[in-house]
């Protein structure tokens, strides 16, 4: 692995000795003295011509190790190539022998973590014709088509490539002889390979690719194969030196050692392990996130089993909470990572579907979601399961990257940002926070290790530092992570909202990063205790909106809310909210305890003889209980009083009227039922020994009795929705536009009316409680205002009243008549809010002085009134009378007939 020192890369040996000789070497860019650079040359034949390349090396400064072996059982150990910055590979004179596959993987896996590869003519002729080298693709940068023979080779610079390092101590002309390649620079997927010397036929001569982290030059000569010599030769020498040199970082260095790391691993024997820590671990039941960048090769060594670990919290043995590991090339799901918790009998997981080993980075995310669990990779959702773990998940295991616990599955590859939450986090908050740099204090994250700084430390609080084993390095990683900018919730949002209405108020959030937000409230009810409802339908918006109804209170309301990237969240705003009461309201009750009290007054009470009438609206769907709607009766002792009521069984009205002192209970009962959670209009009025009960001002029940003349007053409250004598019959529901009269309202009286708002004003009204105010005001000039009780509350109306705003228009009428001949005449009137017109005897303001008058009540509520004049025994002449008509709460001008 390499690391970097003094502001450049340094190859760790694995021994400290060596780690201080390269911290005392002297800098790259010093030629003249050692190097630093050091190159290990795998051999094809050890003979004069291999002395010559190497001694022209060594004269350079550069230190040379020579294999052990001859290339063509060259394993990757004999030596390992981690010793050296550079390789170069001569097969010249074994063209027609293959490498061992653990030797090109070592090559293949020394050059991804950071070091250098110069090879020549036959590694392309391996490749492409003889069949061999296949585990070294990567490595060989030039084409076979064709060979040329011995011939003198001049070289010029490719295009733009003049100015390159391997190019600057070429001799003018650069010239040498061998046989060589013909053919293109190898085509990559990523990171394309570039001709920067052409020979004098236009073949690629020299070629140049960086992989991985490292480097790697191909020639087109071929090396010992011919009697040319060409490793003999100064030309030739010149280019592998500053190969060497190139390939090594001493020329063109790269750049500094990246911000942003990642931990790379051999294969072999290489894991960053963490120790047990309970905020790791997790139950059965418990939520989490595990996620993390990886980038597994496509040819893993470690093939003990199909799989290769890339997280895991698991010894070898027992039940385990998460493990994320990446299926290889000795198994159906090669490619593939997926991600498990067994509980020692239930094994879950989730799959993806994405392939891992393209050599890119990928983003893996394993979330446990209650009884969920989801798999992404990069962001998008691959595969969701159920979990089925019930037993124990939670062990006393360390914390794997790279390997499990027992030592198998060792990964090769790179891994980077490990993260660690005990939340389910979200997609969005997942995508959120791919590309960004985490503060280490966010909330639910419990583990995070980036490998930024040299070592696996743990950036939270809670401090679960990393032990890199056996040599497992830090290397380039390709994701580029932000720093991460809070989210800032609006700002100035306010609204206008009528009780009893439900208002949906826009939220919204802001973030320079792009980021898609989430909203939060900090309550879930208002200031004013009103419930809130959140709703987010689009998180792609960076809206939400919060559903509010406010009943039974009005005057100044808020609530707050934070937005959040998924890292950071805001501080609290506030909405303020501005509730006005609505133009039509009524009392509601809850059916427990609430109601409303009217205070005694003998207005509301009924006196012996005397006429009173009462009305209201209202609305329930429930009459199990016998509800008061009305009652004024005493809670025990004297209980004399009425009471309006709804029977259990039918929802019917009753009217009862109780004359106290052990006398007969009397009553009216109905037969319509008004327990149907619609608004119904209900009105009784008694006159004498006749009470009548009124259903949406149709007669619905009445009786006669003498006693119902004896007068019911009593000294107790109205209350409306309860009963002092009755336990137990409060009513659920709704009430509204309370009216006592007193007189006995007739049927027409009650139907002119009942879909109106009156004035307060009105003849022989001697109560009017319509809670449009917020409370229950007595709007007559008596002012018996009630209150009130238990909670109970006023609330927008759904039942819609129409406000009479002008009085009806009685015209003069002018009509001729025989003597002693009576003449009926049409009283003509209109109204301009086209309310029905009630004609009485009433409506005869002043009588004729040679007549009579008198009004046809059989149609009393007609759009116009008729009356009978007749005049009396031998009157001639000119004779009148005055009039006017009400429409039930307005009266007419005063009109004349002549």
């Known amino acids: 692995m390499i690391v970097r020192v003094a502001g450049r890369y340094v190859r760790l040996l694995g021994h400290t000795a060596l780690l201080l000789a390269a911290l005392l070497s002297a800098p790259y860019a010093s030629r003249a003295e050692t190097s630093g650079a050091s190159?290990?040359?795998?051999?094809?034949?050890?003979?004069?011509?291999?002395?010559?390349?190497?001694?022209?090396?060594?004269?350079?400064?550069?230190?040379?190790?020579?294999?052990?072996?001859?290339?063509?059982?060259?394993?990757?150990?004999?030596?390992?190539?981690?010793?050296?910055?550079?390789?170069?590979?001569?097969?010249?004179?074994?063209?027609?022998?293959?490498?061992?596959?653990?030797?090109?993987?070592?090559?293949?896996?020394?050059?991804?973590?950071?070091?250098?590869?110069?090879?020549?003519?036959?590694?392309?002729?391996?490749?492409?014709?003889?069949?061999?080298?296949?585990?070294?693709?990567?490595?060989?940068?030039?084409?076979?088509?064709?060979?040329?023979?011995?011939?003198?080779?001049?070289?010029?610079?490719?295009?733009?490539?003049?100015?390159?390092?391997?190019?600057?101590?070429?001799?003018?002309?650069?010239?040498?002889?061998?046989?060589?390649?013909?053919?293109?620079?190898?085509?990559?997927?990523?990171?394309?390979?570039?001709?920067?010397?052409?020979?004098?036929?236009?073949?690629?001569?020299?070629?140049?690719?960086?992989?991985?982290?490292?480097r790697v030059v191909?020639?087109?000569?071929?090396?010992?194969?011919?009697?040319?010599?060409?490793?003999?030769?100064?030309?030739?020498?010149?280019?592998?030196?500053?190969?060497?040199?190139?390939?090594?970082?001493?020329?063109?260095?790269?750049?500094?050692?990246?911000?942003?790391?990642?931990?790379?691993?051999?294969?072999?024997?290489?894991?960053?392990?963490?120790?047990?820590?309970?905020?790791?671990?997790?139950?059965?039941?418990?939520?989490?996130?595990?996620?993390?960048?990886?980038?597994?090769?496509?040819?893993?060594?470690?093939?003990?089993?199909?799989?290769?670990?890339?997280?895991?919290?698991?010894?070898?043995?027992?039940?385990?909470?998460?493990?994320?590991?990446?299926?290889?090339?000795?198994?159906?799901?090669?490619?593939?990572?997926?991600?498990?918790?067994?509980?020692?009998?239930?094994?879950?997981?989730?799959?993806?579907?994405?392939?891992?080993?393209?050599?890119?980075?990928?983003?893996?995310?394993?979330?446990?979601?209650?009884?969920?669990?989801?798999?992404?990779?990069?962001?998008?959702?691959?595969?969701?399961?159920?979990?089925?773990?019930?037993?124990?998940?939670?062990?006393?295991?360390?914390?794997?990257?790279?390997?499990?616990?027992?030592?198998?599955?060792?990964?090769?590859?790179?891994?980077?940002?490990?993260?660690?939450?005990?939340?389910?986090?979200?997609?969005?908050?997942?995508?959120?926070?791919?590309?960004?740099?985490?503060?280490?204090?966010?909330?639910?994250?419990?583990?995070?290790?980036?490998?930024?700084?040299?070592?696996?430390?743990?950036?939270?609080?809670?401090?679960?530092?990393?032990?890199?084993?056996?040599?497992?390095?830090?290397?380039?990683?390709?994701?580029?992570?932000?720093?991460?900018s809070a989210p800032a919730p609006g700002s100035g949002i306010s609204a206008q909202v009528t009780e009893g209405d439900t208002a949906q108020i826009t939220l919204s959030g802001s973030d320079s990063d792009g980021d898609f937000l989430s909203f939060a409230l900090e309550s879930v009810t208002s200031n004013l205790g009103v419930a809130l409802t959140l709703t987010d339908t689009d998180p792609t918006d960076n809206q939400a909106i919060v559903t509010y109804t406010p009943l039974g209170l009005k005057g100044v309301d808020g609530f707050e809310y934070t937005v959040t990237d998924g890292l950071l969240t805001s501080a609290p705003t506030d909405v303020d909210l501005d509730v006005s009461l609505a133009s039509n309201s009524a009392a509601s009750l809850d059916g427990v305890d609430d109601y409303v009290l009217i205070p005694d007054d003998s207005t509301v009470d009924i006196a012996s003889a005397g006429e009173f009438s009462l009305s209201l609206w209202v609305k329930t769907a429930d009459a199990s209980n016998s509800p008061r709607v009305v009652s004024k009766r005493e809670s025990s002792g004297d209980t004399t009083g009425y009471e309006v009521y709804l029977d259990s069984g039918d929802g019917s009205v009753r009217v009862l009227f109780d004359p106290g002192g052990g006398g007969a209970v009397l009553g009216v009962v109905g037969s319509t039922s008004v327990a149907d959670d619609t608004w119904h209009h209900v009105a009784f009025a008694l006159s004498g020994s006749t009470a009548a009960l009124y259903i949406d001002g149709v007669l619905d029940g009445s009786t006669t009795d003498a006693g119902l003349a004896g007068g019911f007053a009593s000294a107790a409250d109205l209350l409306l929705g309860a009963s002092l004598t009755v336990a137990d019959t409060t009513l659920a529901g709704m009430v509204d536009e309370v009216r006592a009269w007193g007189a006995a309202r007739t049927e027409t009286q009650i139907l002119a009316v009942m879909e109106y708002t009156l004035t307060g004003a009105e003849s022989d009204l001697v109560g009017y409680w319509t809670f449009d105010g917020g409370t229950a005001p007595d709007l007559t000039l008596n002012a018996n205002d009630g209150s009130l009780v238990n909670g109970a509350i006023v609330t927008a109306s759904s039942k819609a009243f129409i406000t009479n705003t002008v009085a009806p228009v009685a015209s003069d009428v002018s009509t001729t008549t025989s003597e002693e001949t009576p003449v009926v005449i049409t009283l003509d009137a209109t109204d301009a809010d086209g309310n029905p017109l009630v004609y009485t005897a009433d409506s005869i303001l002043t009588q004729t002085a040679n007549g009579r008058v008198v009004v046809d009540t059989d149609d009393a509520s007609s759009d116009y009134g008729r009356a009978t004049y007749s005049p009396f025994l031998d009157f001639s002449g000119v004779d009148s009378f005055t009039w006017n008509v009400s429409d039930g709460i307005n009266t007419s001008n005063t009109a004349t007939v002549t």
């Open 218 to 484: 191909g020639m087109h000569h071929t090396g010992n194969y011919t009697f040319a010599d060409p490793l003999e030769d100064a030309t030739l020498q010149q280019i592998y030196i500053d190969a060497v040199l190139w390939t090594s970082g001493v020329t063109d260095p790269p750049l500094p050692y990246p911000a942003n790391s990642a931990a790379h691993l051999d294969g072999s024997d290489d894991y960053v392990v963490i120790g047990d820590s309970s905020v790791l671990d997790f139950a059965a039941a418990e939520s989490f996130t595990v996620e993390a960048w990886v980038r597994p090769w496509s040819t893993q060594s470690d093939l003990g089993a199909d799989t290769n670990s890339i997280i895991e919290k698991w010894s070898g043995s027992g039940g385990y909470p998460y493990a994320i590991r990446y299926g290889n090339q000795s198994g159906a799901r090669s490619g593939l990572v997926w991600a498990a918790r067994y509980d020692e009998s239930n094994y879950s997981e989730a799959v993806s579907t994405t392939v891992v080993d393209d050599g890119t980075f990928h983003h893996v995310a394993f979330v446990k979601d209650g009884d969920a669990l989801r798999l992404y990779v990069d962001g998008v959702l691959e595969d969701s399961e159920t979990d089925t773990s019930a037993g124990a998940t939670a062990n006393a295991s360390s914390f794997y990257i790279g390997q499990v616990g027992s030592g198998a599955g060792r990964l090769r590859g790179s891994v980077d940002d490990v993260r660690v939450w005990n939340i389910a986090r979200t997609q969005e908050e997942i995508q959120n926070a791919l590309y960004k740099t985490l503060l280490g204090s966010e909330e639910g994250l419990t583990g995070h290790w980036a490998f930024n700084d040299f070592t696996a430390s743990d950036l939270t609080e809670n401090m679960n530092d990393g032990t890199a084993q056996n040599g497992a390095g830090i290397s380039a990683s390709a994701p580029v992570f932000s720093s991460n």
């Open 39 to 214: 190159v290990l040359v795998i051999y094809d034949l050890n003979d004069s011509r291999t002395q010559s390349l190497v001694a022209a090396l060594e004269a350079e400064g550069i230190a040379v190790g020579l294999s052990e072996v001859p290339e063509t059982v060259y394993d990757g150990t004999n030596p390992s190539p981690n010793g050296f910055s550079s390789v170069i590979h001569l097969n010249g004179s074994t063209f027609s022998q293959d490498m061992p596959t653990a030797g090109q993987q070592a090559l293949v896996d020394f050059v991804a973590n950071g070091g250098g590869f110069i090879h020549s003519e036959w590694n392309g002729f391996e490749l492409d014709i003889s069949g061999h080298l296949q585990s070294m693709t990567d490595l060989t940068l030039i084409s076979r088509v064709s060979g040329a023979d011995f011939e003198e080779i001049t070289l010029s610079a490719a295009a733009g490539q003049e100015s390159h390092s391997i190019l600057a101590n070429l001799p003018d002309p650069a010239t040498f002889c061998s046989a060589h390649n013909v053919g293109p620079a190898r085509t990559f997927a990523t990171d394309a390979a570039t001709v920067i010397l052409e020979d004098h036929s236009g073949n690629a001569a020299v070629v140049v690719r960086e992989f991985g982290d490292g």
